[in-house]
């Protein structure tokens, strides 16, 4: 599995924005206010980004730790891309309540400090839930043996690859 690079990660928050911006001008456009996210929005973020992390920490403890216990791979797989999907998750919904920022700052009407707060909260817990996930990826990687980075026939040492 590759890691999230940080192309997919702004592409993510480059649509995020993008929605964001649109859906609050729709909106708006029809006689309708603006979009605010909910108060428990961020707070959701932030603890799905801490149960991540704690999902992850066994794994680093098994791959890492001295009494070298054994790695279920298809746990480790599945914690692996629950963090991926969750920084890119978080990527998209910090890009969103970008958007929302960026048309309220377009307004000739200075909004309400509720609907600020909501949504300044929302960009700084999506970016908090991206670093979780991009941390909780890194805690799932297993170091690569010698047999990954040398191919060929443990006996011999010789390369069956270059011939």
Not at 21 to 32: E, K
Not at 106 to 114: A, C, D, L, Y
Not at 121 to 129: D, E, K, P, R, S
């Amino acid at each position: 599995m590759k890691r999230t690079g940080t192309a997919i990660l702004l592409l993510a928050a480059g649509i995020g924005v993008a929605a964001g911006f649109l859906l609050d001008q729709l909106l708006t456009g029809a006689g309708r206010p603006t979009f605010t996210p909910a108060v428990t929005l961020p707070i959701l973020l932030v603890v799905l980004g801490a149960i991540i992390v704690v999902l992850a920490l066994p794994i680093r403890r098994a791959t890492r730790g001295p009494e070298g216990s054994p790695v279920n791979p298809f746990r480790a797989l599945r914690i692996a891309m629950l963090a991926k999907s969750s920084s890119i998750v978080g990527a998209s919904l910090g890009g969103f309540a970008g958007g929302l920022a960026l048309f309220l700052l377009t307004r000739p009407v200075t909004p309400s400090i509720g609907s600020w707060g909501a949504v300044i909260a929302t960009i700084v817990c999506g970016i908090l839930l991206m670093t979780a996930g991009l941390v909780a990826e890194h805690l799932c990687t297993i170091r690569k043996d010698d047999d990954d980075e040398h191919p060929g026939d443990a006996e011999t040492g010789y390369d069956v690859h270059s011939h």
